[in-house]
């Protein structure tokens, strides 16, 4: 059984300690706030985001190499899902030579390593809520600007994939996308109305 990542949240009450515990162990309570989005907010979260996560790729004999780790890190400042091309134009501005293979392979570093979703609807990535390998919930995606918010509700998640499945229907991946609109693109919306 892998190793769970300690959260964004561990990084934030614990600067430089880790925390561990086994998958089957972790689970998502967030009792105050049932989703959670994907800003991350300041530099020093992002720096704390990153030494977990290459601490946690260390306890599974990998490495998040420079071009991983920066990809990673250029996801975690976006604060929203971002296409591969954005993240390889970001790149290019880094490394003048960046070639798409080089983002793809990172990103699907990232994703078999748990750090990232693949939000299908946009075709964009976005960081796990908390860096953790765990059973993901509902991600609800701003088709406009692209935000992605986590939904921890695992009765609901439940209900619905037993309702596909009723239908005769099986999910090809694990990921369930809600597409939306955020209230600050609504808000906008309404503004501009």
Same mark, same amino acid.
Request: aromatic share 4%; proline share 5%.
């Given at each position: 059984?892998?190793?769970?990542?300690?959260?964004?949240?561990?990084?934030?009450s614990?600067?430089?300690?880790?925390?561990?515990?086994?998958?089957?162990?972790?689970a998502?309570?967030?009792?105050?706030?049932?989703?959670?989005?994907?800003?991350?907010?300041?530099?020093?979260?992002?720096?704390?985001?990153?030494?977990?996560?290459?601490?946690?790729?260390?306890?599974?004999?990998?490495?998040?190499? *420079?071009?991983?780790?920066?990809? &990673?890190?250029? !996801? #975690?400042?976006? =604060?929203?899902?971002? +296409?591969?091309? %954005?993240?390889?134009?970001?790149?290019?501005?880094?490394?003048?030579?960046s070639?798409? *293979?080089?983002?793809?392979?990172? &990103?699907?570093? !990232? #994703?078999?390593? =748990?750090?990232?979703? +693949?939000?299908? %609807?946009?075709?964009?990535?976005?960081?796990?809520?908390?860096?953790?390998?765990?059973?993901?919930?509902?991600?609800?995606?701003?088709?406009?600007?692209?935000n992605?918010?986590?939904?921890?509700?695992?009765?609901?998640?439940?209900?619905?994939?037993?309702?596909?499945?009723?239908?005769?229907?099986?999910?090809?991946?694990?990921?369930?996308?809600?597409?939306?609109?955020?209230?600050?693109?609504?808000?906008?919306?309404?503004?501009?109305?």
């Open positions: 059984m892998k190793n769970a990542k300690p959260t964004a949240a561990d990084a934030a614990t600067p430089g300690h880790a925390h561990h515990a086994h998958a089957a162990d972790h998502h309570s967030h009792a105050d706030d049932p989703h959670h989005d994907h800003a991350h907010g300041t530099p020093a979260s992002a720096e704390a985001a990153l030494a977990l996560a290459e601490e946690y790729c260390r306890e599974r004999g990998e490495k998040l190499t *420079p071009i991983r780790r920066k990809v &990673l890190e250029l !996801l #975690l400042t976006s =604060g929203r899902a971002t +296409k591969a091309y %954005s993240l390889l134009d970001d790149m290019r501005q880094i490394h003048p030579g070639a798409p *293979p080089t983002v793809y392979r990172a &990103l699907d570093f !990232l #994703l078999s390593a =748990g750090l990232v979703h +693949k939000i299908e %609807s946009i075709n964009a990535f976005a960081v796990c809520h908390d860096l953790t390998q765990c059973q993901h919930g509902i991600l609800v995606v701003c088709q406009q600007c692209g992605v918010t986590e939904l921890h509700q695992p009765a609901l998640r439940e209900a619905l994939v037993a309702q596909i499945e009723n239908a005769g229907y099986r999910l090809a991946g694990d990921g369930i996308e809600l597409k939306g609109l955020c209230s600050a693109c609504q808000a906008a919306q309404a503004a501009g109305s």
